[in-house]
């Protein structure tokens, strides 16, 4: 039995050494030449949950296992305040530094500009993308990142009020939006040419917005968009209804934000919120703990315990093994979940597994939107 034993165990750490070896998987971002790893470190703990030093132990330990693509934002820590405000894109900018323009210009670096109806009056006001605005943002995120240019550059939601951060559908439009997309490519358009941005994306969209983007484009001869930064996971999968299409067809590349639903999907919230998790230190963020949520995370969580994952590794494989997927943005607060979320898009479910979410999906369809 002892012999039994001292196999298990070696052939359990050999299987991890093994698939720690494998190399990370790239595509292409839309439209471009710019190789993009499948894994986009996100980074809106940096500041706020993160130490400058951790974050910086979080880029170089993502760089070290085959990421080049790192997301951020100049509203970001999350949780921010007027005295953290921009404190995430600065850590980033103070490690590229220490890095050098070489090392610099092997990475992709996509941020965003906040859009307004946040409660966020102190980023500037009014919080709108009219062309000054526009400007000093690229301008800030520059010097904060601490470098010439900026490789996607994303609206981080709409200025117009739409369903979106919880709210599922629409049943009025935003009678007090001004129509400005053109406006807003063409401003886009000169920042393309000046080099201070290399591409675009929006974020937090819907079927309209990406549809009238792209029409705009193609009729002036303006810049496309080339991704959208939306939420997919297992818990919302509301893109696949009127957008995956769109984008599909149109090659404008998702880029998934919260396939572990905030970390809800890790199963750790189903029996309480832990001090110093992000649903106790953010209790605001309601968009993951209504009733089907804890319903369908258990089904998932007992789902993957029952094929030998935790309910963390088959989430993120489900989303990374999404054709309508172009890159998976995770996030850690610390080393150890950034290497095992890493080390989960080493999986590939089996047709057996997918059958089996689809049918929690058909039970319980996208509890958060």
């Given at each position: 039995m002892k012999q039994v034993f001292i196999f298990i165990k070696l052939s359990y750490f050999v299987s991890l050494s093994l698939r720690n070896l494998k190399k990370m998987k790239y595509t292409t971002l839309p439209n471009t030449n710019i190789k993009i790893s499948k894994i986009c470190l996100g980074t809106m703990t940096f500041g706020n949950q993160n130490t400058e030093a951790e974050a910086h132990s979080q880029l170089n330990y993502a760089v070290e296992r085959g990421i080049n693509f790192i997301d951020t934002a100049e509203m970001y820590p999350i949780g921010g305040n007027a005295q953290i405000f921009g404190s995430t894109e600065k850590h980033i900018g103070t490690w590229i530094h220490k890095l050098g323009q070489s090392e610099r210009e092997k990475l992709v670096i996509a941020t965003k500009i906040a859009g307004p109806n946040r409660g966020m009056e102190y980023i500037r006001q009014p919080l709108d993308f009219s062309k000054k605005n526009i400007l000093d943002a690229v301008e800030l995120s520059l010097k904060n990142l601490q470098t010439d240019y900026i490789d996607l550059y994303q609206m981080h939601w709409p200025e117009r009020i739409m369903n979106m951060f919880g709210q599922r559908g629409i049943q009025q439009i935003d009678e007090n939006w001004h129509y400005s997309i053109l406006e807003i490519l063409q401003v886009f358009d000169g920042l393309i040419k000046e080099g201070k941005i290399k591409h675009i994306g929006v974020s937090n969209e819907n079927p309209y917005g990406v549809m009238r983007y792209l029409m705009e484009s193609e009729k002036h001869n303006l810049p496309k968009i080339v991704t959208i930064q939306n939420p997919y996971s297992l818990l919302n999968r509301?893109?696949?209804?009127?957008?995956?299409?769109?984008?599909?067809?149109?090659?404008?590349?998702?880029?998934?934000?919260?396939?572990?639903?905030?970390?809800?999907?890790?199963?750790k919230y189903l029996e309480g919120f832990p001090e110093k998790s992000r649903m106790k230190t953010f209790p605001n963020f309601t968009r993951y703990t209504n009733e089907n949520c804890f319903k369908a995370t258990k089904l998932y969580k007992d789902l993957a315990e029952a094929n030998g994952m935790t309910s963390s590794e088959m989430a993120l494989a489900y989303v990374n093994q999404q054709k309508l997927v172009t890159s998976t943005i995770v996030g850690a607060t610390s080393l150890e979940q950034l290497k095992a979320n890493i080390d989960a898009f080493d999986i590939v479910l089996s047709d057996d597994i997918l059958v089996e979410i689809e049918k929690i999906q058909e039970l319980i369809p996208n509890p958060a939107p």
């Amino acid at each position: 039995m002892k012999q039994v034993f001292i196999f298990i165990k070696l052939s359990y750490f050999v299987s991890l050494s093994l698939r720690n070896l494998k190399k990370m998987k790239y595509t292409t971002l839309p439209n471009t030449n710019i190789k993009i790893s499948k894994i986009c470190l996100g980074t809106m703990t940096f500041g706020n949950q993160n130490t400058e030093a951790e974050a910086h132990s979080q880029l170089n330990y993502a760089v070290e296992r085959g990421i080049n693509f790192i997301d951020t934002a100049e509203m970001y820590p999350i949780g921010g305040n007027a005295q953290i405000f921009g404190s995430t894109e600065k850590h980033i900018g103070t490690w590229i530094h220490k890095l050098g323009q070489s090392e610099r210009e092997k990475l992709v670096i996509a941020t965003k500009i906040a859009g307004p109806n946040r409660g966020m009056e102190y980023i500037r006001q009014p919080l709108d993308f009219s062309k000054k605005n526009i400007l000093d943002a690229v301008e800030l995120s520059l010097k904060n990142l601490q470098t010439d240019y900026i490789d996607l550059y994303q609206m981080h939601w709409p200025e117009r009020i739409m369903n979106m951060f919880g709210q599922r559908g629409i049943q009025q439009i935003d009678e007090n939006w001004h129509y400005s997309i053109l406006e807003i490519l063409q401003v886009f358009d000169g920042l393309i040419k000046e080099g201070k941005i290399k591409h675009i994306g929006v974020s937090n969209e819907n079927p309209y917005g990406v549809m009238r983007y792209l029409m705009e484009s193609e009729k002036h001869n303006l810049p496309k968009i080339v991704t959208i930064q939306n939420p997919y996971s297992l818990l919302n999968r509301l893109y696949e209804v009127g957008l995956s299409e769109i984008c599909m067809r149109e090659n404008v590349g998702l880029i998934a934000y919260s396939p572990l639903a905030f970390g809800f999907l890790t199963g750790k919230y189903l029996e309480g919120f832990p001090e110093k998790s992000r649903m106790k230190t953010f209790p605001n963020f309601t968009r993951y703990t209504n009733e089907n949520c804890f319903k369908a995370t258990k089904l998932y969580k007992d789902l993957a315990e029952a094929n030998g994952m935790t309910s963390s590794e088959m989430a993120l494989a489900y989303v990374n093994q999404q054709k309508l997927v172009t890159s998976t943005i995770v996030g850690a607060t610390s080393l150890e979940q950034l290497k095992a979320n890493i080390d989960a898009f080493d999986i590939v479910l089996s047709d057996d597994i997918l059958v089996e979410i689809e049918k929690i999906q058909e039970l319980i369809p996208n509890p958060a939107p």
